[in-house]
């Protein structure tokens, strides 16, 4: 039985992309219970902070602590025939995805990924179910090294 190669973990920066991604919602949770408490305080004659001791500590979870372990849940490795790219802490995924059955590449960065100097590679795989597989975090140059590196075996690949 084949083992698992040892993956590489993300870059730091993608730490910084995953803790500004989570901020929108953390911010609309407690503008949401602040918003909610005013509407109590009307009503009911709450004070209009009722909500926030339980919103506030999720939210704090949301913002600090969920990123970074999602972070350090995202792994990859490229083997020889094979591109693996695991990820996810409820449900743990592990994708291998077989360089045989590579359509086409792209690296992609948004302005975010770009200031935290990151990119993403988006590998597109025959077939329509789970056909698009998206490694994020990567430095720009890997992620470059990567493709060409992929685009090459698909190139030399005999079928």
């Not at 919602?25 to 009503?43: P, S």
């Not at 969920?66 to 849940?73: E, G, N, T, V």
Request: overall charge neutral; proline content about 8%; aromatic content about 8%.
């Amino acid at each position: 039985m084949h083992s698992p190669p040892a993956l590489q973990p993300l870059e730091p920066g993608q730490r910084w992309v995953m803790y500004l991604e989570s901020l929108p919602v953390a911010i609309a949770m407690v503008a949401g219970a602040t918003g909610i408490g005013f509407a109590l305080r009307e009503g009911l004659g709450t004070p209009f902070w009722i909500l926030l001791p339980v919103v506030v500590p999720v939210a704090l979870w949301l913002a600090l602590i969920a990123p970074w372990r999602r972070f350090l849940a995202w792994g990859w490795a490229l083997e020889e025939e094979e591109l693996h790219v695991a990820w996810g802490i409820w449900t743990r995924m592990h994708t291998i995805v077989p360089l045989g059955r590579v359509q086409h590449l792209d690296v992609a960065q948004g302005p975010v990924e770009r200031a935290y100097g990151v990119a993403r590679l988006i590998v597109h795989t025959a077939g329509t179910a789970h056909s698009t597989v998206t490694l994020p975090g990567l430095r720009r140059d890997t992620a470059e090294r990567l493709r060409d590196t992929i685009r090459q075996h698909i190139r030399n690949d005999p079928w």
